[in-house]
């Protein structure tokens, strides 16, 4: 059984071996999270000008719209006020900011029936925890602009605990940074990076979507099993997403059940404290990096 919150009071403690058991959590917009919108909307819609961002696809050709985003996202990523209303957001939900930490906010487009790859790249089913996340990962979803069934996630919550076969075993985080992840944007019509997959059928419906207005907030465990439902809308979908761990579950091994992932390595060294960024510590890190066992 999965069940969804809608704006829980219970306790951040609670909230996450919720998320770790499966369950989903939604919130209205936060003062930081519309913050964090209007930010987003300011830098994309001066990067677009004069189109209007989900409608640009229409009007650009291919490649320049890929340079646009090639400019547009690593701004966005790495500009220290997306960071700092990441911090606020976690403080509007109530989470121990001294424990916790995140990863660069990323904003993501994925186009209609346009582009499919490297900047645009929209995920067949997987789960984080394939690409050498931690089980105590948590994931945050914001859009930016108006979504529909046809242009967000779909979850499939029937294999939560149940594995996937997939090609994880592959998969090495520090391979990935060192010798795929800044060739994004040379990916224009089809993605030739090497990245995790499921090695069989995945059963896809019935699957959970969950619509919020801009600015509302879709946490979840990063263990779930989740797709970039197909964009048919005839809009491009901007959405914010970055992850989350508390150092308390990190240190104690605490998280969502292993059912499938066989990656190695580990993206915890990104994870920046949220009041003052300072990284966990390499011993801590060191734990978690399992290449070569």
Known sequence: MTVLYYDSTMSDDERRQKLFGGDLFVYSPTAHSLELVAFAREMAEKALAPHFPPDAQHHMEKQAYVDVLADLKPTFINHARSKELVGGILADLGIDIEEAYLDVPRLRTMTSEY?????????????????????????????VYDVAEDNAMAFHPRYFGNGVRNSSRDYNYAEWVANSRAAAASQIDMETRKQPEAEEEVERTPDIRVITPPGGILIFSGAQLHTTVPNTSGRTRFSIDFRVVNRRDVESHNGAPNVDSECTGTNLGDFMRATDLERLPASLIGEYDTAGV
């Open 115 to 143: 582009l499919n790859a490297g900047l645009t790249l929209q995920f067949e089913p997987h789960r984080d925890t394939w690409f050498s996340a931690p089980f105590s990962q948590l994931n945050y979803w914001i859009p």
